[in-house]
Structure formats: structure tokens, C-alpha cells
């Protein structure tokens, strides 16, 4: 199923018409949809897949779109149309956009409020991946964190998208990177976007190793998107007064916190969710990213994206990560 030729008024969208998972999905040719007052119309070379994808297409996503939409949370592209009190200015520009649904598509609508504008060091392909994970990688550790040059954050799950972009974030913060993930090959790539120290999940006491890289006194912060599977990690490979992100459970499974060693340990707690800053503190989010392409430019954040797949292969995008064997991040590609 190829895109429309010009003048056809239709597009290409991966369907949700069944919360089932993948066999919820089909690929069909919808009606082009046009900006309404405040919207633009991004004309999507590229969709990032992200975990949290593969939760809404089953219903367990914390936001709950009604039935049938198109999944996908952010896009890159081209802005071909705009809506009435947009600026005109817009059209034509190169953007990237987080949005509510709709990024498995050949068009998506964004408000013009949260499109950001894409310098000519980023490429599609590269930006669709680049904002939730940058961005909730850095909020954490700015906002909740505060991430302090000096300190020792300990990064689990860091062959992941968010967990890499956290890696890269924590060093251009001046921290000193632990990084934990899974097998030889993945923690060769944390290295290489520069965490100081790997630890392997399948073969090292976690806690006893950081213990002893931090001479006996624990991290500072610890970021952590995978949940249940490190949590003794969290708990234990903290010092004093530390702080844990919870920023996901990509591994499966809730931590339930034994509150008597947050106690004891002085331990701070924090939840992040990206999307909630979004929602309540959008200005702040834009300046987060307006930071993070500026490093980009600067060389000091090379995204990772490990797998670009065409949009007719949109279910083997979805398994990529299910099955956790993807670095980085997987992007769909739309031409």
C-alpha cells in the first residue's frame, strides 16, 4: 500500500480499531486530515516507536484514546498546511512534535504550540526519536534530580532509548556515569556515549559494584525505567540522602518501596512523567529541548537509532521492543 499520489486527499495510518496488541492493528488509507484553528499539519517522514506504544495499543496506558486511532506519540517532518491564527511562518518548516496520537501516519496534526523547529544538523529520522527520550531523560535529572556536576548517577537499563539519553544527559551534566544494562554488546554501546563504569544485569552483583566504584558510599541519583528487576539495585546502591527516579517498568513489574530504608537512608522518591510536564508545564518542556538540540548541536548527544523500519512493518517495530532486543531507538520511516 503506497502513499497517495498527488491530489489523492487520503493517507496511509496504522489503525488501532481493537486494544489486542498488534493483532488490534491494521494498515489502511484514511481521509487526509486538515489543521483546525491553532493546528498544523505535519506531512511525517519519520514516527519514533516507544514502549509505552505497546501499552496503549492494549489498553494499559495511563491515557486511554477512544476507539479506532492511530498510535504514536512523536513525529518529524514537514509542515504542509496550518490552521486559521497559525503563524505563517510555519509552513514549510522542518519540525518535530510530540502529540497525543496519530504518529503512525503519513500526516499527523500537532498545535502549533508544540512544534519545535529542526536545525539543519538533525535529520528526520534522527528527531523522531529525539524528544521523549532527551526530554525525559533531562527533565528527571534537571527538574527532579538536580543533577549536580560531581555527583554519581547510577543509569539502569542504559541500551534503551531513555536509558542511553539519559547517559548522554547525565555527562553533559557533569555527573559521573554508572550504567547498568543487559549482555556484552549493549553495555560496549553505553560506553561508547559515555558512561564511565558498565555493569552487566546477567552477571554482576549490582549493589556490591556500586558500592565499591563509589568507595563504599552509594550513588547520588538513580534513574531508573525498568522497574521491579532492579530495585534492590535502586534501594541498596544508594547513599545517603539519594534520590531515585522512577521513570518506567520496561522490565515488568511495579517496585512496591519498603519504606523503612527510604527511611533510614534518607531516600527521596521522585515519579517523572514526561507527558505530565507536557500537559502542565509546557513552557518549561520547550526550553528543555530547546537546550537539548543546542547540545546536539554541539556534538555532546548523539542519538542511537538502532532499527529504521517502514511503516507497512509497523508490527515488527512494536516486537523490536517488546522483545528488548533493540538499542537505542526504532523509528518507523515513511517514504
Given at each position: 500500500m503506497a502513499d497517495g499520489v498527488p491530489g489523492d486527499r487520503t493517507m496511509r495510518a496504522v489503525v488501532c480499531r481493537d486494544l489486542a496488541g498488534v493483532a488490534g492493528l491494521s494498515l489502511e488509507r484514511r481521509p487526509l486530515p486538515d489543521p483546525g484553528p491553532g493546528k498544523v499539519r505535519i506531512r511525517v517522514r519519520a514516527a519514533g516507536v516507544n514502549f509505552a506504544d505497546t501499552l496503549v495499543i492494549e489498553g494499559k496506558y495511563?491515557?486511554?484514546?477512544?476507539?479506532?486511532?492511530?498510535?504514536?506519540?512523536?513525529?518529524?517532518?514537514?509542515?504542509?498546511?496550518?490552521?486559521?491564527?497559525?503563524?505563517a511562518d510555519l509552513e514549510g518548516a522542518r519540525v518535530l512534535a510530540v502529540i497525543a496520537s496519530g504518529g503512525y501516519a503519513d500526516h499527523a496534526l500537532a498545535p502549533a504550540s508544540d512544534v519545535v523547529r529542526l536545525t539543519d544538523a538533525i535529520?528526520?529520522?534522527?528527531?523522531?526519536?529525539?524528544?521523549?527520550?532527551?526530554?525525559?531523560?533531562?527533565?528527571?535529572?534537571?527538574?527532579e534530580a538536580r543533577l549536580q556536576p560531581g555527583e554519581t548517577l547510577v543509569v539502569h537499563g542504559a541500551s534503551g532509548g531513555v536509558?542511553?539519553?539519559?547517559?548522554?544527559?547525565?555527562?553533559?551534566?557533569?555527573?559521573?556515569?554508572?550504567?547498568?544494562?543487559?549482555?556484552?554488546?549493549?553495555?560496549?554501546?553505553?560506553?561508547?556515549?559515555?558512561?564511565?563504569?558498565?555493569?552487566?544485569?546477567?552477571?554482576?552483583?549490582?549493589?556490591?559494584?556500586?558500592?565499591?566504584l563509589t568507595e563504599g558510599r552509594g550513588a547520588d541519583v538513580v534513574f531508573d525505567p525498568v522497574g521491579k528487576s532492579v530495585e534492590e539495585a535502586s534501594l541498596r546502591g544508594l547513599g545517603f540522602g539519594g534520590r531515585w527516579l522512577v521513570v518506567g517498568f520496561a522490565g515488568g513489574g511495579v517496585p512496591a518501596l519498603p519504606a523503612n530504608i527510604l527511611l533510614v537512608k534518607n531516600l527521596a522518591v521522585h515519579g517523572f512523567n514526561w507527558g505530565g510536564h507536557r500537559r502542565h508545564q509546557p513552557g518549561r518542556v520547550a526550553e528543555g529541548l530547546t537546550e537539548l538540540l543546542a547540545w546536539h548541536g554541539e556534538g555532546r548527544l548523539r542519538p542511537h537509532v538502532s532499527h529504521r523500519v517502514p511503516l507497512a512493518d509497523y508490527a515488527r517495530a512494536l516486537d523490536l521492543l517488546r522483545s528488548r532486543t533493540s538499542t537505542g531507538k526504532v523509528v518507523l520511516t515513511m517514504t
Open positions: 495511563q491515557e486511554k484514546p477512544a476507539l479506532p486511532f492511530v498510535p504514536g506519540f512523536e513525529v518529524a517532518g514537514r509542515i504542509d498546511a496550518i490552521g486559521a491564527g497559525v503563524d535529520d528526520e529520522v534522527t528527531a523522531a526519536g529525539f524528544a521523549i527520550a532527551y526530554g525525559s531523560s533531562h527533565g528527571a535529572l534537571r527538574w536509558g542511553l539519553a539519559a547517559v548522554e544527559c547525565g555527562k553533559a551534566m557533569g555527573a559521573r556515569v554508572i550504567a547498568t544494562c543487559r549482555g556484552v554488546e549493549k553495555g560496549r554501546l553505553a560506553r561508547e556515549k559515555g558512561a564511565d563504569h558498565v555493569l552487566d544485569t546477567d552477571t554482576d552483583d549490582l549493589v556490591a559494584r556500586i558500592k565499591k
